[in-house]
Nanobody, 114 residues
Framework: QVKLMESGGGLVQAGGSLRLSCAAS????????MAWYRQAPGKQRELVAD???????NYADSVKGRFTISRDDSKRMIWLQMDNLKPEDAGGYYC????????WGGGSQVTVSS
């Protein structure tokens, strides 16, 4: 089974940027949808953005215009460019392959100071 590993999280000031990466151990071409989720302490995990094979994207209203998801199946990589970060963007960010079935990554922590 494909394994996913996130990287790129860290501490950033409000208004700053981070770029999260998700590396897959095998092919992701079989997964029509790849996505990023996040989970803040005490809250449910929520969809941040997803992208399908031919490139169409979908974003949570709270991140539209600030975050950009991308994928490169040949490199087995998915990215999340996060700009103009806000304190409410803080949390664990998780890469997901597929919609229901499919693996999750272990997460990367994002902290945004005000």
């Amino acid at each position: 089974q494909v394994k996913l590993m996130e990287s790129g999280g860290g501490l950033v000031q409000a208004g700053g940027s981070l770029r999260l990466s998700c590396a897959a151990s095998g092919s992701i071409a079989e997964f029509y949808t790849m996505a990023w989720y996040r989970q803040a302490p005490g809250k449910q995990r929520e969809l941040v953005a997803d992208i399908v094979t031919y490139g169409a994207t979908n974003y949570a209203d709270s991140v539209k215009g600030r975050f950009t998801i991308s994928r490169d199946d040949s490199k087995r990589m998915i990215w999340l460019q996060m700009d103009n970060l806000k304190p409410e963007d803080a949390g664990g960010y998780y890469c997901k392959a597929g919609v229901v079935e499919g693996p999750w990554g272990g997460g990367s922590q994002v902290t945004v100071s005000s």
